[in-house]
Structure formats: C-alpha cells, structure tokens
C-alpha cells in the first residue's frame, strides 16, 4: 500500500513537499513515480522518478523545479516542488515499479504496480 500526504494550498511561488510512504513491502526494491492529475484533464505521463538506488529524474517540463529523494529507512520517497505556479494545480499519485536494475527509471505508468490514493495540491492566491 502507498499513502500520499502533504499536498495542499499553496500561493505561486511557493514550495511544497508531499511524502510517499509504503506499508507491506520495501520501497528499495522499487522506482518510485510521481504522476498527476490536473481538473478536468487525463492524468499526465510521469513528472519526477526517484530509482531504486535514490537516483532522481524529472521530465524537462518540471525540472528545474521539481525533484525527487527518498529515504529508504522510513520507507517513504518525497516529491519537492518548488516555485509552484496555478497550472501545477492537480492531484499528485505515487506508484511504484518493480525494477530489475536499481538504476532504472520506469517512464509508462503501465510499469508501475502499486498506486496510492493521490494527495491534492492547489496553487492559488
């Protein structure tokens, strides 16, 4: 099992920093994605990848504001956003991703095996 937590509201500009924490297995054995969901849209491909190792990758979109770190200990992987603008407004999910090599970053949501519940974040002023 996956739980989100720490979405919310926050103004542009602002940063947030929503945690993934796995329950029934070790998330070391597992690429951690970020994907999200914005209103009224299809759920997008994946933003950011912590890899099994704590390597991080995010899509070009996202970047240079986004990143993705772990903490294997605690079982639980964080998303930090930062600069936040009102389009990155949605519903942010972790899933994770059997991997066979631990540096692997899994890019199709349909490689991912286990999906939390999504936790809402909202940048408005």
């Known amino acids: 099992q996956l739980v989100e937590s720490g979405g919310g509201l926050v103004q542009p500009g602002g940063s947030l920093r929503p945690s993934c924490a796995a329950s029934?297995?070790?998330?070391?054995?597992?690429?951690i994605g970020w994907f999200r969901q914005a209103p009224g849209k299809e759920r997008e491909g994946v933003s950011c990848?912590?890899?099994?190792?704590?390597?991080?990758y995010c899509v070009d979109s996202v970047n240079d504001r986004f990143t993705t770190s772990r903490d294997n200990a605690k079982n639980t992987v964080y998303l930090q956003m930062n600069s936040l603008k009102p389009e990155d407004t949605a519903v942010y999910y972790c899933?994770?991703?059997?991997?066979?090599?631990?540096?692997?970053?899994?890019?199709?949501?349909?490689?991912?095996?286990?999906w939390g519940q999504g936790t809402q974040v909202t940048v408005s002023s």
């Open positions: 899933a994770a991703a059997p991997v066979q090599y631990t540096d692997s970053f899994p890019l199709r949501d349909y490689e991912y095996d286990y």
């Open positions: 990848i912590s890899s099994s190792d704590g390597r991080a």
């Open positions: 029934g297995f070790a998330l070391r054995d597992y690429a």
